[in-house]
């Protein structure tokens, strides 16, 4: 099934019971995440409020998107198929303690890119400024710390080394992918590896981390990580062909913002590498310096398609997806026990935004 053939929430008539898993986390880790966001001084809370769509720009209660809920999701379906239900009621505050660092990364993501639209509404940076924004993402990983810090559990101290590290990786991620803006010879090894570490490594970190609350072995939580990760690469390889295709209606975000900005996403490099004409046209076209017109992004936009990148990112999705599953196997070997994962995973290769 293409991505073009979903309904507004993304979920296709199959996916219900992975709408109910995402509103189910959400419901969930809200109180935790809103608890969180009260403690911040005054100019923090405001912004990182916004950002969550519970105020909008002057303050006053909203609500707005707050986002999909994909990773807190993760953590407590993984902690709900290694330890059953009471382990994934223990493991909500590790549930919104990566949901923290999940939208710490997406507010400095923006400044960087200096995106004007998330969520259907404008950007905090363009909103508050870029300082603010930035000191509202590092509050919130502070948070995140705090969250799993204070919290009772057994595995709350491995689950909070385990966050550190990974935040380590979404920042080595997030640097390859502004380097290969500058770059002309990046390879798709390269590209992958990228993908893995800006967005596999957060959903990796999930699984991990709902594994260690139900107090998996060792072996169970890293194929938890590798799963996720696998999971991850397919949610970023959507992700890019959503960024080029996807209808901002639904998205939230301005369509070809990517292309806009040169970025070497996964299927632009996979049409640049391709040896195609359609290559040869896209990488002349990204050879540029000045803004891209509208009919220059569509040209783009059609090279990428013409040169086998789309169909490229969306097989690789299917593959990422097949290796995620044997991973899941490998962690929990009753499938009965596995089918919230598996209908979230599901949803990343079916999504529409
Ligand atoms: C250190 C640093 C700045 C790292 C940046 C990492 C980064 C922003 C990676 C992109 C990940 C991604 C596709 C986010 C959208 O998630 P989503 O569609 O689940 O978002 P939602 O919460 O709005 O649903």
Request: overall charge negative; charged content about 20%.
């Amino acid at each position: 099934m293409g991505i073009s053939t979903l309904d507004r929430e993304g979920i296709d008539r199959d996916g219900h019971e992975a709408a109910a898993v995402l509103a189910r986390a959400r419901q969930s880790v809200n109180p935790v995440l809103r608890s969180a966001v009260a403690s911040l001084p005054g100019s923090m809370r405001r912004i990182a409020g916004y950002h969550f769509g519970w105020l909008d720009s002057d303050g006053a209660p909203a609500s707005g998107d707050s986002g999909k809920a994909i990773r807190p999701a993760l953590v407590l379906a993984s902690a709900q198929a290694l330890g059953g239900p009471h382990a994934a009621q223990g493991a909500v505050r590790a549930a919104a303690a990566v949901e923290l660092v999940h939208n710490f990364t997406l507010l400095h993501d923006d400044v960087i890119d200096r995106d004007p639209t998330r969520r259907h509404r404008p950007t905090a940076w363009s909103v508050f400024g870029s300082a603010d924004a930035i000191l509202a993402g590092d509050a919130m990983q502070a948070l995140a710390l705090r969250v799993l810090a204070e919290d009772d559990h057994p595995a709350s101290a491995r689950a909070a080394a385990r966050l550190a590290s990974c935040v380590i990786e979404l920042c080595d991620g997030q640097h390859a992918d502004c380097d290969f803006e500058h770059r002309d010879d990046v390879s798709l090894r390269e590209c992958l590896a990228m993908a893995e570490a800006k967005t596999g490594a957060l959903l990796g970190c999930a699984c991990a981390l709902g594994a260690l609350y139900a107090q998996a072995p060792p072996e169970a939580v890293e194929a938890m990580d590798a799963f996720g990760r696998q999971v991850g690469l397919a949610f970023q390889l959507i992700d890019d062909l959503i960024g080029i295709w996807g209808d901002p209606q639904v998205t939230g975000k301005p369509v070809g913002a990517d292309l806009a900005a040169r970025k070497k996403s996964l299927p632009v490099v996979a049409a640049l590498r391709s040896g195609t004409p359609a290559g040869a046209e896209l990488a002349r076209i990204y050879g540029t310096d000045e803004p891209l017109t509208a009919a220059e992004l569509h040209g783009a936009a059609e090279s990428i398609d013409r040169a086998g990148g789309r169909d490229w990112a969306q097989m690789q999705a299917c593959d990422r997806m097949a290796g995620a599953i044997g991973h899941l196997s490998g962690a929990i070997p009753d499938g009965a026990q596995a089918g919230e994962l598996l209908a979230l995973a599901e949803l990343v290769t079916r999504r529409s935004h």
